[in-house]
Structures are given as structure tokens and as C-alpha cells.
């Protein structure tokens, strides 16, 4: 069973930094893209960062320049740098992967998983 678990969030001051990690587990057989989503109090979950496994990279607009998403293979980890923080940055980050799993011999495309989010706040 696949899992992702979000660490590293916490209360930070306006135009602080904070590093994201996400540890995954289980059997997946390939990787398609691994991202970082948020949600604001209030407002739809978004997407923030996006790792394709071509090592391609995608950023909102709202935090190009400030963040940066990694990605270290031999430790099963996803990384989200911020830098330059702002309260509009404050929302539960989550971890999510897309890609194939094998399970019991059968492997199964087009899988989603997500972690259970780790809350960001930026406030003075």
C-alpha cells in the first residue's frame, strides 16, 4: 500500500522560509509526476508545484522564484523549499504522486495517493 507522509510545516514570519518533505512507501513500479497541492481556509485545493519524472518542473505563478521542488530517488523523498514567505502562502500542503503500482503481481496505472496534509502559517 502506498503511502505519503508530509512533514515540516509550522508558523512562520512574512518573508521567512520553510522546507517541505513528503517520505512515500510501497510498491510503485513507476512515477509519472510528483506534486505539491494546497488549500487555503476557505478556498479549493490547488496546484503548487509539479516534479514530472523527466525531471521536468512546474511552478504556480503565484511562487515562481520563491519555491523549489526536489526529489531525492534513493531516499523516497519529495521536497518543497519556500522562500520569501507571505500569509497568502498559509494552507495545508499536500504531498500527491501519480503513477503505477504493482500490487500481488498486478500492476495498476493511473494511480493517485495523497498524504494528509502538514499546515503552513505565515503570520507576524
Known sequence: ???LVESGGGLVQPG???NLSCIVSGSIFSIGSM???RQAPGKQRELVAT???GGRKN???SVKDRFAISRDN?????YLQMQRLTP???????????GTVEEGGIYYQGM??????TLVTVSS
Open 1 to 3: 500500500q502506498v503511502q
Open 16 to 18: 521567512g522560509s520553510l
Open 35 to 37: 506534486n505539491w497541492y
Open 51 to 53: 516534479l514530472e519524472t
Open 59 to 61: 511552478y504556480q505563478d
Open 74 to 78: 534513493a531516499k523516497n523523498m519529495l
Open 88 to 98: 497568502e502562502d498559509t494552507a495545508v500542503y499536500y504531498c500527491n504522486l501519480h
Open 112 to 117: 493517485n495517493y495523497w498524504g494528509k496534509g
